[in-house]
């Protein structure tokens, strides 16, 4: 007998543990380190990088066997329950670009390399796909609130040890003089993405205590702005729009084209006309072409123009995947040793998906990463409704960070995979079967329907 989700009477599994898992793996990682964050990037351009204790090694090992127990209980009662996947066309695409981009580059690139570790974002996918909605309502909870003892702890690092989360030495930002805010993320560009995935958590499922909630509110705010990560700004903005339009967008029509709304569309109109009358003044007021090209001349401005050095990274990507279209390079690629041998000690990645993925996995794995996200984006705007926009806003922060990152890497489980393991999340349980409950005197003894 099921429930209205079609899940298992009286289990939950622990889905919902998973994210907390990884992300409590980074915060411990980074408070291990005892890092300086103002001289980590000064170390990391000599070949240098964050200190790694030894402790480390082993709590990842332990977090990784929990990872890897928490999938198989979930695969395991999918499978005795003969329960279908909810959301087959997903299961499929997530296989194949897995395939594509992982297994086939390790064994045709040219650069072979097995790793057992490879599995991991497999099987932990695989996991994620057999969400339903209680299991969505319960892994986004668990994943709000993790988030906020990460920002909150950083946050007081800030006091107590100011160096490990703050670079002073930051000089890029539009904050002149303000330290960039890194927290217990890898890298502040990373926390910026942590924080508003947390907001994003929040507004669909905020804390019981209204305070608290506020509190949240503040907290992930602050941490976006002080960050000072350039593509968070841009991505919340957007993913706020896509939540306002999902949850309000169809009211606000039917008000504006409501004769006996009448006030409240001339509101709306007038604003409209305010905001762009104010574009326009600002391009014929002021002297954006002349403070432009003022920019340009700094340095700053001259490490823009060349996407703070991306290009010379892009050059050597498309050089590795000229030299092996089909299956590119291998795994390997960006490791320690390739990054010595072409002296860029600060090239982790392509800083591009698109790039990363076609010098990294050829042609299959490109055309595997298209596909994936076509997938990916009819499934987003189908579960936006049922979701409440968080589909949506999700692909929308995942697309955005792709332009720089790599947040669809799935060699093991990186700080990248968390927000896009959350969307799986989503779009699964967004498709998951409903069925009717029975009434209460027909329930077989010690069955519930899920919260």
């Given at each position: 007998m099921t429930s209205t989700d079609g899940s298992t009477p009286g289990t939950q599994g622990f889905l919902h543990w998973m994210l907390p898992l990884m992300l409590g793996l980074v915060a411990v990682t980074v408070l291990l380190s005892g890092r300086n964050l103002s001289q980590m990037f000064a170390d990391l351009a000599q070949g240098g990088g964050m200190y790694l204790h030894p402790a480390v090694a082993w709590l990842q090992r332990g977090v990784s066997l929990l990872l890897l127990l928490i999938s198989a209980e979930r695969l395991v009662n999918h499978v005795a329950t003969r329960r279908h996947l909810p959301a087959p066309l997903?299961?499929?695409?997530?296989?194949?670009?897995?395939?594509?981009?992982?297994?086939?580059?390790?064994?045709?690139?040219?650069?072979?390399?097995?790793?057992?570790?490879?599995?991991?974002?497999?099987?932990?996918?695989?996991?994620?796909?057999?969400?339903?909605?209680?299991?969505?309502?319960?892994?986004?909870?668990?994943?709000?609130?993790?988030?906020?003892?990460?920002?909150?702890?950083?946050?007081?690092?800030?006091?107590?040890?100011?160096?490990?989360?703050?670079?002073?030495?930051?000089?890029?930002?539009?904050?002149?003089?303000?330290?960039?805010?890194?927290?217990?993320?890898?890298?502040?560009?990373?926390?910026?993405?942590?924080?508003?995935?947390?907001?994003?958590?929040?507004?669909?499922?905020?804390?019981?205590?209204?305070?608290?909630?506020?509190?949240?509110?503040?907290?992930g705010l602050a941490v976006v702005f002080f960050a000072q990560s350039k593509t968070s700004w841009i991505a919340f903005l957007l993913c706020s729009v896509a939540m306002l339009a999902v949850r309000h967008g169809a009211s606000v029509w039917r008000r504006i084209g409501d004769p006996r709304q009448g006030a409240f569309g001339i509101v709306v109109c007038l604003g409209a006309i305010v905001f762009v009358a104010g574009t326009i003044a600002l391009f014929l007021v002021a002297d954006l072409g002349g403070e432009a090209a003022s920019f340009m001349d700094t340095a700053e401005g001259a490490q823009l123009m060349s996407m703070t050095g991306?290009?010379?990274?892009?050059?050597?990507?498309?050089?590795?995947?000229?030299?092996?279209?089909?299956?590119?390079?291998?795994?390997?690629?960006?490791?320690?040793?390739?990054?010595?041998?072409?002296?860029?000690?600060?090239?982790?990645?392509?800083?591009?998906?698109?790039m990363d993925t076609l010098a990294r996995s050829g042609v299959v794995g490109a055309t595997a990463l298209v596909l994936y996200s076509g997938v990916l984006l009819a499934l987003s705007l189908r579960a936006a409704k049922a979701t409440g926009g968080l589909s949506i806003a999700l692909l929308i922060a995942v697309a955005l960070r792709s332009m720089s990152e790599v947040p669809l890497l799935m060699f093991g489980y990186g700080t990248e995979f968390f927000t896009h393991l959350l969307l799986l999340v989503t779009l699964a349980s967004a498709n998951a079967p409903r069925v009717a409950v029975l009434p209460a005197a027909a329930r077989p003894r010690g069955w519930r329907v899920a919260s």
């Amino acid at each position: 007998m099921t429930s209205t989700d079609g899940s298992t009477p009286g289990t939950q599994g622990f889905l919902h543990w998973m994210l907390p898992l990884m992300l409590g793996l980074v915060a411990v990682t980074v408070l291990l380190s005892g890092r300086n964050l103002s001289q980590m990037f000064a170390d990391l351009a000599q070949g240098g990088g964050m200190y790694l204790h030894p402790a480390v090694a082993w709590l990842q090992r332990g977090v990784s066997l929990l990872l890897l127990l928490i999938s198989a209980e979930r695969l395991v009662n999918h499978v005795a329950t003969r329960r279908h996947l909810p959301a087959p066309l997903l299961a499929w695409a997530f296989i194949a670009y897995w395939s594509a981009t992982v297994a086939a580059p390790a064994l045709f690139g040219s650069h072979p390399q097995l790793s057992h570790e490879y599995l991991y974002s497999l099987v932990i996918g695989l996991a994620a796909l057999l969400a339903t909605g209680p299991d969505r309502e319960r892994v986004v909870g668990a994943a709000r609130n993790a988030l906020f003892l990460f920002l909150l702890a950083g946050a007081v690092l800030a006091v107590v040890n100011p160096a490990m989360v703050l670079d002073t030495a930051y000089r890029q930002g539009v904050l002149p003089g303000i330290p960039r805010f890194g927290g217990l993320a890898t890298h502040p560009v990373a926390l910026g993405m942590f924080a508003q995935t947390f907001l994003l958590c929040l507004w669909v499922r905020p804390f019981q205590s209204r305070w608290l909630t506020v509190l949240g509110w503040v907290l992930g705010l602050a941490v976006v702005f002080f960050a000072q990560s350039k593509t968070s700004w841009i991505a919340f903005l957007l993913c706020s729009v896509a939540m306002l339009a999902v949850r309000h967008g169809a009211s606000v029509w039917r008000r504006i084209g409501d004769p006996r709304q009448g006030a409240f569309g001339i509101v709306v109109c007038l604003g409209a006309i305010v905001f762009v009358a104010g574009t326009i003044a600002l391009f014929l007021v002021a002297d954006l072409g002349g403070e432009a090209a003022s920019f340009m001349d700094t340095a700053e401005g001259a490490q823009l123009m060349s996407m703070t050095g991306r290009d010379q990274i892009w050059v050597v990507a498309m050089e590795e995947w000229r030299a092996s279209p089909v299956f590119g390079y291998g795994p390997g690629l960006w490791d320690d040793d390739f990054r010595a041998a072409i002296n860029m000690p600060q090239a982790t990645n392509a800083h591009n998906q698109f790039m990363d993925t076609l010098a990294r996995s050829g042609v299959v794995g490109a055309t595997a990463l298209v596909l994936y996200s076509g997938v990916l984006l009819a499934l987003s705007l189908r579960a936006a409704k049922a979701t409440g926009g968080l589909s949506i806003a999700l692909l929308i922060a995942v697309a955005l960070r792709s332009m720089s990152e790599v947040p669809l890497l799935m060699f093991g489980y990186g700080t990248e995979f968390f927000t896009h393991l959350l969307l799986l999340v989503t779009l699964a349980s967004a498709n998951a079967p409903r069925v009717a409950v029975l009434p209460a005197a027909a329930r077989p003894r010690g069955w519930r329907v899920a919260s």
